[in-house]
């Protein structure tokens, strides 16, 4: 059975960069026909999609962080990561990583990791 | 942008009740709608895609149905497991997700 783990700083500072990763284990990140994405849920609020990398290789963002955001795969570690520049407290959030199925539900979620935004 | 509005936003039942969630999008998505239930401190779990396809494992108490802009989620006898927060998921033009609706005890 496929585990994510997320994990990066829990604390970020205003107009810095927030990079997280994803660990994926018990299965290749490689495999084909599996994509992957990220997605945030701010404290006490609704769920929003940042954005999935599809095993063909293309790559589609939330067009309200589209110029903000980058994913990206590292096969040799295994891992999923995202980096989404500009942060201001609107980005405090629990941030999860997720592995789609088919066309493209979140079939296995990370527990998610909390990240905060303040001086 | 495709907009998901689910209701009711809040829900009060009992154990043992049929519950029925809606969800409508502002657009036809087809049947490129997932449900997830999600419980506090705990990530979403799947339940079920491509509108009313169970995902393994998930009891067949659970059932969803619709295409185009409605759809249902529903549960035939609400267990005390259930209680929890219910979000929809369009997946026909890049992703967005329902408000959630919350699932409590009467």
């Known amino acids: 059975q496929v585990q994510l783990q997320e994990s990066g700083p829990g604390l970020v500072k205003p107009s810095e960069t927030l990079s997280l990763t994803c660990a994926v284990s018990g299965g290749s990140i490689s495999t084909s026909s599996y994509s992957w994405g990220w997605l945030r849920q701010p404290p006490g609020k609704g769920l929003e999609w940042i954005g999935s990398m599809f095993y063909r290789g293309s790559i589609n963002y939330n067009p309200s962080l589209n110029s903000r955001v980058s994913i990206s795969v590292d096969a040799s570690k295994n891992q999923c990561s995202l980096k989404l520049t500009s942060v201001t407290a609107a980005d405090t959030a629990m941030y999860y990583c997720a592995r789609l199925a088919g066309s493209g539900h979140f079939q296995h979620w990370g527990q998610g990791t909390l990240v905060t935004v303040s001086s | 942008d495709i907009q998901m509005t689910q209701s009711p936003s809040t829900l009060s039942a009992s154990v043992g009740d049929r519950v029925t969630i809606t969800c409508r999008a502002s657009?036809?998505?087809?049947?490129?709608l997932a449900w997830y239930q999600q419980k506090p401190g705990k990530a979403p779990k799947l339940l079920i895609y491509?509108?009313?396809t169970l995902e393994s494992g998930v009891p067949s108490r659970f059932s969803g149905s619709g295409s185009g802009t409605e759809f249902t989620l529903t549960i035939s006898s609400l267990q005390p497991d259930d209680f929890a927060t219910y979000y929809c998921?369009?997946?026909?033009?890049?992703?967005?997700f329902g408000g959630g609706t919350k699932v409590e005890i009467k």
């Open positions: 998921q369009q997946y026909n033009t890049y992703s967005t």
């Open positions: 491509k509108a009313s």
């Open positions: 657009q036809s998505i087809s049947s490129w």
